[in-house]
């Protein structure tokens, strides 16, 4: 289904967009289409006064699990947020140690201070920090928009079952376009 509407407080969360993430090898699509399409969104999101969020990963949860889980002793940079997002005074950085974006984090407080009721998601990995924001979003009562050609993973089969049987269930799917057509018709 495609995106319908856009509430008139939406913000955007483009979440893991960093230089350690986005130098992976690899990927469902092309890491650049991504990152085009991503700050396509945001600088969309800026030009209507909209709230536009970035979230970068810096560790992991604890606990443990059958794959060999991801490295926690950052080479310098590695967090640091893409320069193509033009990151601006006013956005909002989330620095994230789990998987989605409202663990542990001020982000919930933040939308909630400037009456977000929807957020559009977009960014790295579709089936885990995507997801995972998404899930607590709809959990925590955000309408989801989901721009979908602005998100890959490392594995074709796990974006796939995000994009065609996860999000359908907890939110709204739109292409870039759609979504900044939407925004554009609201103004």
Known sequence: MTVTTLDPMTALIVVDLQKGVVSLPGGAHPMEDIVERACALATAFRRHGLPVVLVNVAGGAPGRT???????????GWTDLIPELNQQPRDHVVTKRTPGAFTRTDLEAHLRSLEVTQVVIAGVATSNGVEVTARQAYELGLNVTLATDAMTDLHSDAHTWSVTRVFPRIGETGTTQNIINLLERNA
């Open 66 to 76: 059958e794959q060999q889980r991801t490295r926690q002793d950052f080479p310098t």
